[in-house]
């Protein structure tokens, strides 16, 4: 039986279409961010000058799309859905809107115990233990992000003063079946850390020509005896603003 990872189709057409769900709009901002905070995403209201500017849609119901201007330059703000697919067709649907730069940050998984709670994390690349993103590239073990956008996260953290780590990271559909021989596989291939998303959010951005760029913050640990939650889902509000913060800056200079 062929390897279905391997089955990768060329042809840039699809029978469905996210311009068949979504139309483009000349007022749309060309740049956006995209955070996984539901609580982040929910302030939003809150700020001065938020217009709304649609939705994305699914099965579980809509999410509104924000637009603020940041230094004169207007940003759409969404809230990504966790897990590859669910994400990738959020980022398909964006793009369609008439965006042409993203940038992404959230939470994630730690291989390595010295990488402290909430320490920043700059990826490099990604291995893709994802279903997603081999419908977008063809086959291979991992994905790298764009130089130039990696350079663009790190000159940011840098002017801003925040420590961070750049490294490899770990995309798994199977959060539940992060098993033992799986993380010191990983670790051994130089993954720092483990997330859901990233390899299949680069693929969809180099199968559509879209600039993207990821920040991930350090939450539970996997490198211990036993499962360390740490922070996972305890990070305050005030720390998620100035990842917001940094996340702006950056999609203003990608």
Not at 79 to 98: D, L, N, Q, Y
Not at 114 to 138: M, Q
Not at 192 to 208: D, G, P, Q, Y
């Amino acid at each position: 039986m062929e390897n279905i990872l391997n089955d990768f189709d060329y042809d840039k057409s699809a029978i469905l279409e996210p311009s068949m769900m979504v139309k483009k709009s000349d007022n749309f901002p060309k740049v956006a961010v995209g955070t996984f905070s539901g609580k982040l995403f929910e302030s939003l209201k809150e700020w001065d000058n938020v217009e709304q500017l649609g939705e994305i849609t699914s099965a579980n119901g809509a999410e509104p799309i924000y637009k603020i201007v940041y230094k004169g330059e207007a940003v759409a703000i969404f809230k990504a859905f966790v897990g590859a697919p669910s994400c990738a067709a959020a980022f398909e649907e964006i793009i369609a809107m008439g965006v042409e730069k993203i940038v992404l940050f959230g939470s994630c998984g730690v291989l390595n115990h010295e990488i402290a709670d909430g320490h920043i994390i700059v990826p490099t690349s990604a291995v893709r233990d994802e279903g997603t993103s081999y419908h977008y590239l063809p086959v291979s073990e991992e994905v790298e992000l764009e130089n130039k956008s990696v350079d663009t996260v790190v000159n940011v953290l840098d002017n801003l003063g925040y420590p961070y780590v750049l490294g490899k990271t770990w995309t798994t559909d199977g959060v539940y079946r992060e098993t033992k021989a799986k993380l010191e596989n990983r670790k051994k291939r130089g993954c720092i850390c483990v997330e859901m998303e990233c390899s299949a959010l680069a693929a969809v951005t180099k199968f559509r020509n879209v600039r993207f760029a990821q920040f991930l913050y350090a939450a539970d640990n996997l490198d211990s005896p036993n499962w360390d939650i740490r922070g996972l889902g305890k990070h305050l509000l005030s720390q998620k603003e100035k990842l917001l913060v940094v996340a702006l800056e950056c999609a203003i200079k990608l």
